[in-house]
């Protein structure tokens, strides 16, 4: 019966991912297309969890996570969040974008390390969220990606990582993103 479970959960996970990816592909010919050439895609999903749905309201994530574009137009940058609903297109600031052109070979090869208490001792959670970055640079894409819970710590068992962590190009940029995405209300 637990490899029923898992298969299915395993199964369900692999067609969320290509749903996404499916989506991601269509947008990034869209923008090909236009000649755009400076963009890239920011995820965030969590694992667990509890979803409030009501009839007035239609759940617009994909598969329980939520996809974000950032790009470059003439100049000026904007954010749109994909999903099963029709979302516009929203002007913003610079900041991200220009942080993103700056930092890209940073983004690309930077890795979060564990959460460590101790030389020899690490700390995991069973509910964590992941940030998720779809990287494009002349038509090459990549992927790179962190634990949300690996930038944290705890007074009772400090993260030795936390500082360093969170001083990576890859973490900075994940925040700068919530914040526009805050921000503009895009959750």
Known sequence: MKTIFILLLFTSQLFSQQKIDSIINVSTRNLEIKGISEFFYFAKYCNGGVKILTKDRIDCTIEDGNVYLF????????????????????????????????????????????????????????????????????????????????TETDQNNPNINYISNNNLKIVMLAKLCEKIILQKKLY
Not at 78 to 89: A, D, H, M, Q, S
């Open 71 to 150: 790009w470059k137009e003439r100049n000026k940058s904007f954010i749109r969040k994909l999903g099963l609903c029709n979302n516009t297109n929203i002007k913003i600031k610079n900041t991200v974008l220009n942080f993103y052109i700056k930092n890209l070979n940073y983004i690309k090869t930077e890795k979060v390390k564990r959460y460590q208490t101790s030389q020899n001792f690490f700390s995991t959670t069973d509910h964590t969220c992941f940030k998720k970055f779809y990287i494009y640079e002349n038509s090459v894409s990549s992927k790179n990606e962190f634990i949300e819970y690996n």
